[in-house]
C-alpha cells in the first residue's frame, strides 16, 4: 500500500508577519501620541484655569478699604487688590494674605474677608491681593508658587514703600505654601501663618496629580510632570516648603491644618512643623475640609491667629 503523502503547508509569506509588525507599532506609536497629546491638554488646562470672579467687597462688610495695584518683584505683571485700613493709628503690624490655586484674593472658602475684618478691627492693616492669572490681576499663567512667590514679594515691596511696618503673611492652601518660600527670601517679614500648605510641589502632585487631572496615575502623572517644566518653564521641584522653613527658622509660623482635610493630608504641615517645634506651631482642627477651619471654628481660629500675631508685635525685621 502506498503511504499517504503527508500535508504540508505553504510558508506564510514575510511581508505578512512584517505588515502585522507595522501595524502593532503603529497602534503603540498611536497610543504614545494620544497619551502625550492629553498630557499636554491636562497640563495646559492645569496651569492656565479659569478665573474666580470677584463676588464680595469690603464695602458690603463695612470696612474702609483702598484699590492698590502694583508690580510683581519680576516686574512683568500689575496685580491688583485692596488695602484694609486698621481701625487705630498706627497700626500694629501689616498682614499681607495670599489665596489658594483657582482662587483670588477673598478665598470665599476660608471666609477671607470674614478674618480680615476681624483683623483690622483688632488694629491692625490687611493687604488681600490676587495672584498673577487670578481675579482681577495680569499675566497668564498659574504656577502654583514658582511665579507666585515674586507676587507676594511685589506686595512685601508695595506694604514697605506705602505703609512702612512690620509684615506677616497669612497663607491659604498654594498662599501658604508660597508664604513659606517668599519668607525664606525676605528677611522684612517677621512671621507666618500656614493654613493648610502643601509640603512640596512635585511630591505632593506624584501622590494627588490623578485627583485634579481625573486620570489614571499611569502613564499620565510622570508624563504631565516630565512635559510641565517644557511647556510652562515652571520647575515644581523648587517649590519645596519643606527647605523653605530651615531659612524662616527662628522666625515664628503659625500651621493651621484640619485633620479632615480631603485636598492637602495634614501630614503636609506636621513634616514642616516637627523641624523647628521650638519656634512652628501646629493647630490641628477636626470636621473641616481644605481650607475651611475658619469657616468652620470661626471663634477658634481667630483667638489663635490674633494670640499669634500678638506676639509678632515687638519683633522687628531680620537685615540683609
Avoid at 491659604?172 to 510641589?201: C, K, R
Wanted: aromatic residues 10%; glycine residues 6%; proline residues 7%.
Amino acid at each position: 500500500m502506498r503511504p499517504t503523502p503527508a500535508i504540508t503547508r505553504a510558508p506564510r509569506p514575510r511581508s505578512s508577519f512584517k505588515r502585522k509588525g507595522l501595524w502593532g507599532a503603529s497602534i503603540l506609536i498611536l497610543l504614545l501620541i494620544a497619551c502625550v497629546g492629553v498630557s499636554v491638554y491636562v497640563g495646559w488646562k492645569l496651569t492656565h484655569p479659569v478665573r474666580d470672579t470677584l463676588k464680595d467687597t469690603p464695602e458690603a462688610h463695612g470696612i474702609h478699604f483702598e484699590q492698590v495695584e502694583f508690580q510683581s518683584r519680576t516686574n512683568d505683571v500689575t496685580l491688583k487688590g485692596w488695602f484694609l485700613e486698621s481701625e487705630s493709628s498706627p497700626a500694629k503690624l501689616n498682614i499681607i494674605m495670599a489665596h489658594g490655586y483657582r482662587k483670588n484674593r477673598l478665598q470665599a472658602d476660608a471666609e477671607a474677608l470674614k478674618l480680615s475684618k476681624t483683623l483690622v478691627d483688632q488694629g491692625y492693616n490687611v493687604l488681600m491681593f490676587d495672584f498673577r492669572n487670578s481675579g482681577e490681576s495680569g499675566g497668564d499663567v498659574t504656577s502654583v508658587g514658582y511665579l507666585e512667590k515674586y507676587d507676594l514679594l511685589g506686595a512685601v515691596d508695595w506694604m514697605n514703600a506705602n505703609h512702612p511696618g512690620t509684615i506677616a503673611l497669612h497663607g491659604f492652601s498654594m498662599g501658604a505654601t508660597t508664604a513659606l518660600i517668599a519668607a525664606a527670601e525676605e528677611p522684612s517679614i517677621v512671621g507666618i501663618v500656614a493654613d493648610s500648605p502643601f509640603n512640596h510641589l512635585t511630591r505632593y502632585l506624584k501622590e494627588n496629580l490623578p485627583v485634579w487631572s481625573h486620570l489614571p496615575n499611569f502613564p499620565f502623572t510622570p508624563l504631565i510632570l516630565g512635559i510641565l517644566p517644557q511647556l510652562t518653564g515652571i520647575d515644581p521641584d523648587q517649590v519645596d516648603g519643606l527647605s523653605a522653613v530651615d531659612r524662616v527658622y527662628p522666625r515664628p509660623i503659625l500651621f493651621i491644618h484640619s485633620t479632615d482635610d480631603h485636598s492637602v493630608p495634614y501630614s503636609n504641615s506636621e513634616t514642616m512643623w516637627a523641624k523647628h517645634p521650638d519656634r512652628f506651631e501646629l493647630w490641628k482642627p477636626s470636621g473641616a475640609d481644605h481650607v475651611k477651619s475658619h469657616a468652620v471654628h470661626p471663634k477658634e481660629y481667630e483667638e489663635k491667629v490674633l494670640q499669634f500675631y500678638s506676639r509678632l508685635e515687638q519683633h522687628q525685621p531680620q537685615q540683609q
